[in-house]
């Protein structure tokens, strides 16, 4: 496979797979992820935070590929309590190929969750992490498990990685923090990667961005809503300058399914890492300091009261 030259063609054959995606709202990142995963054959989890809005998704994709395989995992990654539920109604789906830790919110309004957490941080950090450490078993009773977490090239704002007393107060820049958690993101990921070596288990971790893409991540984020004449006149601009949703997914895709080594991270090709086909691309130096890496894994391994692998 040519990375340079990587299309939803190279994805190949996943019939026997099967495959989690958080965040899979109706025309979403998460959304393409799983549309394409189940087009090719996997057996997809769709895991969102409400009923209605999984409902949606499954309907749109099985409209398009009527012969896919769909199951739903109600999870509100904000809410630690209600990832370990998920955890736990995740056991019904056997062994898991692939996790994509897809779901997000962007430079959100200041809210603390019933943990006492920032509610960026939890969302984009301490749930995925409690969610991937819950399923870790599945994972690598597959065989071939593999884990891809979404960041951004906004992991390039933080100025330091977010090793504090994730419960202590501070003062709050939306987007700086927002910053902070695509950072953990990859901090994440390459400790996780690390740590699976280590322990000889059969799972893999990568990371992806998807560029600038046309979502309503960023509306929702500023707005708090994506309904009435604001929030349209913001999509409008977004999409204006962006590419589509659907080719935002591709390094994700890239990064579930390529013949990649753990620690990739995958990111589009074109100016800037905006828009184009997926490729291999690089990191900001902090994401790389391994110190950082363990640090945060041990704080997070004590917010969320699990300590794996």
């Not at 736990?88 to 019933?114: E, F, K």
């Not at 593999?146 to 951004?152: H, Q």
């Not at 933080?158 to 923090?177: F, G, H, K, N, Q």
Request: neutral net charge; charged residues 20%.
């Amino acid at each position: 496979m040519s990375e340079a030259a990587w299309t939803t063609d190279d994805i190949g054959d996943l019939t026997g797979r099967t495959a989690v995606v958080t965040g899979p709202t109706l025309g979403g990142l998460g959304f393409h992820t799983a549309l394409e995963l189940a087009r090719h054959g996997a057996r997809v989890a769709l895991a969102g935070r409400t009923p209605a809005k999984l409902d949606t998704a499954a309907e749109a994709i099985t409209a398009e590929v009527p012969s896919a395989l769909l199951d739903t995992l109600v999870v509100d990654l904000s809410d630690l309590g209600s990832v370990r539920a998920a955890g736990a109604a995740a056991g019904d789906l056997g062994a898991i190929h692939l996790l994509v830790n897809n779901a997000g919110v962007m430079a959100s309004p200041y809210r603390r969750t019933a943990d006492g957490l920032e509610s960026q941080m939890a969302t984009n950090h301490f749930g995925p992490f409690l969610l991937t450490g819950l399923l870790l078993d599945q994972l690598a009773a597959s065989g071939e498990g593999r884990v891809v977490t979404l960041s951004s090239q906004m992991h390039r704002l933080a100025r330091s990685a977010p090793l504090d007393d994730p419960r202590a107060r501070r003062r709050y820049s939306r987007w700086m923090v927002y910053g902070q958690t695509k950072l953990a993101n990859l901090l994440f990921t390459l400790e996780l990667d690390r740590r699976l070596r280590r322990a000889g288990l059969p799972v893999l971790a990568l990371a992806a961005h998807p560029g600038l893409a046309g979502t309503h991540l960023a509306v929702n984020g500023q707005l708090g809503s994506t309904e009435g004449r604001r929030a349209a006149i913001l999509d409008a601009a977004v999409k204006a300058v962006s590419q589509t949703a659907a080719a935002g997914a591709w390094p994700s895709l890239m990064a579930a399914t390529g013949d990649l080594p753990g620690g990739t991270y995958v990111g589009p090709g074109g100016p800037g890492q905006a828009s184009g086909r997926p490729r291999i691309v690089g990191t900001a130096p902090l994401a790389r300091d391994e110190m950082a890496q363990r640090r945060l894994w041990e704080t997070s391994e004590e917010t969320v009261g699990l300590t794996w692998p």
